[in-house]
T-cell receptor
Framework: GQQVMQIPQYQHVQEGEDFTTYCNSS?????IQWYKQRPGGHPVFLIQ?????EVKKQKRLTFQFGEAKKNSSLHITATQTTDVGTYFC?????????????FGQGTILTVHP | KAGVTQTPRYLIKTRGQQVTLSCSPI?????VSWYQQTPGQGLQFLFE???????NKGNFPGRFSGRQFSNSRSEMNVSTLELGDSALYLC?????????????FGPGTRLTVT
């Protein structure tokens, strides 16, 4: 089945620094989603990318989908303590893969004030 | 709209016992997926239900089963519990009938097997 590698596993930053997490697949993806899970919480949908080379912004968050649709990144500018959590990329299977998301291992972000 | 709800939130069971977890999706959502989250394996897909039918299943042993009711509420059951079944069990509902698109997760049930 589809798999995705997500790096780094951990990222510690000082408040105000930037943060980036990457997801890479060996196969072409139909789309990719990003979720955030706060400590003790549950995954919350951030965005879905579908088009090759797509770039979407949500305030300080910038999401990119590679031209070959094999990689994606999430960049946070000027991190804040509220950005703490685990960021996951997730793939949806094609065809009859109903309801299944394949998650990356996640990047745990800690922000030091 | 109320979000996805899961009950119970916490559960402690003994090896060999069985457990049933419940999930109520967002009103109008008919696709319900279940995931297991552990520190070692991350988030793994268990199964998906739509209109009371299991449409998709992950790579878990037959001890893990589920069902969905006509009101879209879903339950999952784990029989003959093992220590390795200790995990956060999350359900998610989707507005799209294909189960694709954004998934809305519930708060999860934290299962501890002793």
């Amino acid at each position: 089945g589809q798999q995705v590698m997500q790096i780094p596993q951990y990222q510690h930053v000082q408040e105000g620094e930037d943060f980036t997490t990457y997801c890479n697949s060996s196969t072409t993806l139909s789309n990719i989603q990003w979720y955030k899970q706060r400590p003790g919480g549950h995954p919350v949908f951030l965005i879905q990318l579908v088009k090759s080379g797509e770039v979407k912004k949500q305030k300080r968050l910038t999401f990119q989908f590679g031209e070959a649709k094999k990689n994606s990144s999430l960049h946070i500018t000027a991190t804040q303590t509220t950005d703490v959590g685990t960021y996951f990329c997730a793939l949806q299977g094609g065809g009859t893969s109903y309801g299944k998301l394949t998650f990356g291992q996640g990047t745990i972000l800690t922000v030091h004030p | 709209k109320a979000g996805v709800t899961q009950t119970p939130r916490y559960l402690i069971k003994t090896r060999g016992q069985q457990v049933t977890l419940s999930c109520s999706p967002i009103s109008g959502h008919r696709s319900v997926s279940w995931y297991q989250q552990t520190p070692g394996q991350g988030l793994q897909f268990l199964f998906e239900y739509f209109s009371e039918t299991q449409r998709n299943k992950g790579n878990f042993p037959g001890r893990f089963s589920g069902r969905q009711f006509s009101n879209s509420r879903s339950e999952m059951n784990v029989s003959t519990l093992e220590l390795g079944d200790s995990a956060l069990y999350l359900c998610a509902s989707s507005l799209e009938n294909t189960g694709r698109g954004e998934q809305y997760f519930g708060p999860g049930t934290r299962l501890t097997v002793t």
